[in-house]
């Protein structure tokens, strides 16, 4: 009988052992379940940063033309027309390297049995020097009283290019407006924001800052801009 006795004091040990680890399993797998269901809550909010920034570089195309019937003649005006031009900006007080050549054209056609020529040039100003550039624009019209006639797409672009230097900021900025949703959303709905799951960042655009529209030859572009980024955040909720 003795060995009986064993046989059910180890049968005993067994049930109290396999019941332990059920006990422990069944707890550590509901609180796996807990736990993913935590992962699980997640709230996705957008953060906007906007800046308002000052043109560092502006680039005005230039382009005019001469025409007539004899080429000779048709050339010496475009030459003409080009030393008014560089006259025009040196005395406005731009360096010469600020004034380049980006091209020409000569296109040749019958006006009633008459061959007629003309002579096309481009000519690009390249500054960063803004108020001066904007004074040469206010101006502009002192060049067709000098007899230069601009071309349409005669027109100053400002451009910001220094957008590398604000990104990081303005991505903080963006980040710090998003968990500030997230948070209302959280306090509305009696949860805490946690980390951030995922995030995407936006694209950067840059606009004119009052709404002024870019464009040709008598547009209003302007040298006041306007950043603006959006970004995605997905937070935890706790």
Known sequence: MGWLQDVNKVAL???????????????????????????????????????????????????YSANGTDLPSVRAEIEANTTALRDYFRNLGFPADALSATG???????????????????????????PRAQRAVASQFDLVRRGVTLQEGSGMTYSFTKLNDIKPEMVAAATKDARSAAEQFAKDSGT?????????????????????????YGAADTPYKKVRVVTTVDFYLD
């Open 13 to 63: 040990a067994g049930a109290v052992v396999l019941s332990g680890g059920l006990i422990v399993g069944g707890y550590l797998l509901g609180d796996g379940l807990r736990r993913a269901h935590a992962a699980e809550r997640s709230v996705t909010v957008r953060g906007l940063a906007e800046r308002n920034v000052t043109a560092d570089l502006a680039t005005w195309t230039v382009a």
């Open 104 to 130: 020409a054209g000569v296109n040749q056609y019958m006006n009633n049995g008459v061959n007629t020529i003309t002579i096309t040039q481009r000519m690009q100003l390249r500054t960063s020097d803004i």
């Open 192 to 216: 805490a924001v946690g980390g951030i799951k995922s995030a995407t960042q936006g694209y950067f655009s840059i606009e004119p800052r009052d709404g002024e529209q870019s464009g040709g």
